[in-house]
C-alpha cells in the first residue's frame, strides 16, 4: 500500500513568506496561527526561534484535533536588530522616520527563526528549529529621503521601517548573507532542513 504524501502547512500571513515558499515548487496550504506571542529569550537570534516554534506548534496542535493524517507545519518569525535592540513596526509615519534616522549609515541583522513541526496520528511527533542571521548594510540617507520613503505607507507594516525587495531597495548599499532571510524566509536553509524530512521533496 502506498504511503499517504506528508501535508505541509505554512503558519503565516505574510505574503512574502508564501511567495517564497513556493519558490521551492512545493504544494502547501496557508493557516495563520492564533497564538498569542510571549518572548522569554533575550538573545535576537533565541527570540525568533521561539516564536516560531510558537507558531508553528499553535498550527500543528489545532491540526491535530481536526485530523490525525501526517503533516509538516513551518512557522517563521523576522526581527531587524540594531547595536542588539529589537526593531519592530514602527506604528506610523513618525516612527518610521525615527527608525530610518537610526538605520541611516549603519550595519544591522536581520534574523529569522524557524520551526518545522511533524505531527501524526493526532499528536506533534517532533520539532526542529533554526536561525538565521543577514546583515544588512544601509547608505547615508538625507531627512528627504527618508520622509518620502515613509510617505508611501510601505515600512509602516514592516519590522524596521523598510522591505529590502520594495521601494527601500536603492537605499541597500550591500548585504552579507541570505537576501531571501531578509525578506523573510530563510530558503536554502530551509531547503537543506526539509531534504531531512522525507515525504516532502520529491528530487
Known amino acids: 500500500m502506498e504511503k499517504k504524501k506528508m501535508k505541509l502547512v505554512l503558519a503565516s500571513a505574510s505574503p512574502r513568506r508564501k511567495e517564497l515558499l513556493e519558490r521551492l515548487g512545493l504544494d502547501f496550504s496557508v493557516q495563520v496561527s492564533k497564538v498569542d506571542e510571549k518572548i522569554t529569550c533575550s538573545s535576537p537570534a533565541e527570540a525568533v526561534k521561539e516564536l516560531a516554534v510558537q507558531k508553528a506548534e499553535a498550527v500543528a496542535e489545532e491540526l491535530c484535533r481536526r485530523t490525525e493524517e501526517e503533516v509538516l507545519v513551518i512557522g517563521a518569525d523576522t526581527v531587524v536588530v540594531l547595536e542588539e535592540k529589537i526593531l519592530g513596526k514602527p506604528g506610523g509615519f513618525e516612527g518610521a522616520c525615527r527608525m530610518l534616522r537610526e538605520l541611516s549609515g549603519r550595519a544591522h541583522q536581520v534574523c529569522t527563526g524557524v520551526a518545522l513541526v ?24 538625507s531627512e528627504k529621503e527618508i520622509q518620502s520613503y515613509a510617505a508611501t505607507g510601505e515600512p509602516l507594516d514592516k519590522a524596521g521601517a523598510y522591505g529590502i525587495q520594495g521601494r527601500f531597495a536603492p537605499y541597500i548599499s550591500g548585504i552579507s548573507g541570505d537576501y531571501y532571510n531578509v525578506v523573510g524566509l530563510p530558503l536554502h536553509a530551509l531547503y537543506q532542513e526539509l531534504k531531512k524530512t522525507g515525504g516532502i521533496l520529491e528530487w
Open 118 to 141: 511533524r505531527a501524526n496520528e493526532g499528536k506533534i511527533q517532533e520539532t526542529r528549529c533554526f536561525s538565521e542571521t543577514t546583515e544588512v548594510h544601509v547608505a547615508m540617507l
